[in-house]
């Protein structure tokens, strides 16, 4: 009995991760995608998102092209930029909108993301 019991556990925990993991899936980003960015500067929030919007600190969100991708962040040029700015991906924030969503928003300050939506805190 005690073998089922753990069995089940295990499976039960598992499916759970399972769910918890499509929910939010981590965003992958290509070289030559197009993405929206925050543009207040290299030391503010690194917001990237799928969509255009407002920026967890306020201004809107520059389009962007990725230039490369690398551990943990991915480089960036946008129009107006005098050179590339670098954005971490491993973010702090991402949007809470659901396995619908597809905003793929992650920030490294808390806010909302451009569908409307707070951020919540990675774990």
């Not at 073998?3 to 918890?20: C, D, K, M, Y």
């Not at 690398?70 to 480089?75: A, E, N, T």
């Not at 702090?92 to 451009?114: F, H, L, N, R, V």
């Amino acid at each position: 009995m005690k073998t089922r019991l753990t069995i089940f556990v295990v499976v039960l925990s598992l499916a759970l991760a399972a769910v918890s993991l499509a929910a939010n899936p981590k965003p992958v980003y290509k070289v030559g995608d197009e993405v929206y960015v925050c543009n207040c500067g290299e030391a503010c929030c690194d917001e990237i998102s799928k969509h255009p919007g407002k920026c967890v600190c306020g201004p809107d969100m520059a389009k962007a092209k990725v230039v490369s991708v690398g551990k943990g962040k991915v480089v960036l040029q946008a129009e107006g930029w005098e050179k590339p700015r670098t954005f971490k991906t491993v973010a702090k924030y991402a949007c809470a909108c659901g396995p619908k969503c597809d905003c793929d928003t992650i920030s490294q300050k808390p806010g909302k993301c451009p569908c409307g939506t707070e951020m919540k805190a990675i774990k």
